[in-house]
């Protein structure tokens, strides 16, 4: 996806398929190295420029971790694509952070410019499925963007659906470069929908 609010910027080329975008070898030797120091740490989390779950080596990178440094919690910041309770691995993590920030096609299509396969309803399809195998922790994000996404009715399948079962809502406004949302309509927000935690990002 190329979403209007990336904080890295506009992407060039956007990528749909599974692949070994960087050696699985090589990325758990570096964790490796740097964990057998035993430094203290909250989480270790995958993220970065692009979507982890389209890496195929997720799943052995995970299971690494959880052989040889089950210490530590693994976070997994997505943006909910694959998703797939059938890679197993993924049911092995701890806090699973998916970003959902419309289930309209339109403003879908409007925020996040997906590529032309991705559609929302089968990204809410998908985690809907996900959230019924995986015993861990979702916090799920939805990031506001004024005039497009910052109505609460336009969320409120979301809320009222299966999916926001055992879930912590995050609703963030975020990106400097955008229209902000101002601290008091956040509020305003989090009063019309009782469990669902507003943070704003500065």
């Known amino acids: 996806m190329n979403c209007i609010y990336c904080e890295i910027g506009i992407s060039e080329k956007l990528f749909s398929e599974v692949a070994e975008y960087s050696p699985t070898d ?14 203290i740490l909250d989480y270790i989390t995958f993220s970065g420029c692009g979507e982890p779950t389209l890496h195929s080596g997720l799943e ?24 797939d309770y059938k890679r197993n691995a993924l049911l092995n993590l701890d806090i699973v952070m998916p970003s959902l920030d ?10 996040n410019r997906p590529s032309n396969s991705l559609k929302v ?4 399809e998908t985690l809907i499925e ?28 979301l809320t009222k659906s299966e999916i926001s079962e055992i879930l912590n809502i995050n609703f963030k406004e975020l990106n400097k470069y955008l229209n902000k949302m101002s601290d008091k309509k956040l509020v305003e927000l989090k009063k019309q929908e009782r469990g669902v935690f507003v943070k704003q990002k500065v």
């Open 130 to 157: 996900f959230r019924k195998h995986f015993k861990g922790q979702i916090w799920l994000e939805i990031f506001f963007v004024k005039g497009i996404n910052n109505s609460f009715e336009q969320h409120r399948p």
């Open 102 to 111: 419309c289930v309209d096609e339109n403003i879908f299509k409007k925020l």
């Open 121 to 124: 309803e089968k990204i809410v």
């Open 60 to 83: 052995n990178i995970v299971t690494f971790l959880k052989n040889n440094y089950p210490q530590y919690k693994l976070c997994l910041i997505t943006n909910g694509t694959h998703l």
């Open 26 to 39: 090589e990325i758990i030797c570096e964790l490796d190295n740097y964990l057998n120091e035993n430094p």
